[in-house]
């Protein structure tokens, strides 16, 4: 499991770099990022000299994971953004916000009775006493 959510992790960052123009996340940036939670640094270690190894390792991996992950691996695959306009996104999204509509239930309201006295704390709190129905 862990080389599968490698494989995504690193397409996913690879496919981030691409917007570097808008985002000015390119490969070195991004590594920078998640260098030292990817790789940390072992102690007693020169931090310095062994920070820019992992930045460039993990630089290297973002820049070249399609060559690293080649290999059939069993697992969901990030499917990059290439190609996609605005248009596209926002029908994705249009179509995604439908279907989370159609699969809520209609809501119908319902009547509680309070069971103990409740003085507000607040200015946007609600008092009630006892045998209140709410």
Known sequence: PHIVVTRYLFSFLNDLSQYSEETQMDPYNIAICFGPTLC????????????????????????FCDDIF??????????????????????????????????????????????????????NELSFNKGDSL
Do not use: C, M, S, W
């Open 40 to 63: 940390p640094i072992p102690e007693g270690k020169d931090l310095v000299q062994h920070t820019n190894l992992v930045n460039d390792l993990i630089k290297n991996f973002l820049i």
């Open 70 to 123: 080649h290999d059939e691996i069993d697992g969901p695959l990030y499917i990059r953004t290439d190609g996609l306009d605005a248009g596209h996104d926002d029908q994705v999204q249009e179509d995604a916000t439908k279907e989370a509509n159609e699969d809520q239930p209609k809501l119908h309201p319902e009547e509680a009775v309070a069971l103990y006295d409740y003085k507000r704390g607040t200015a």
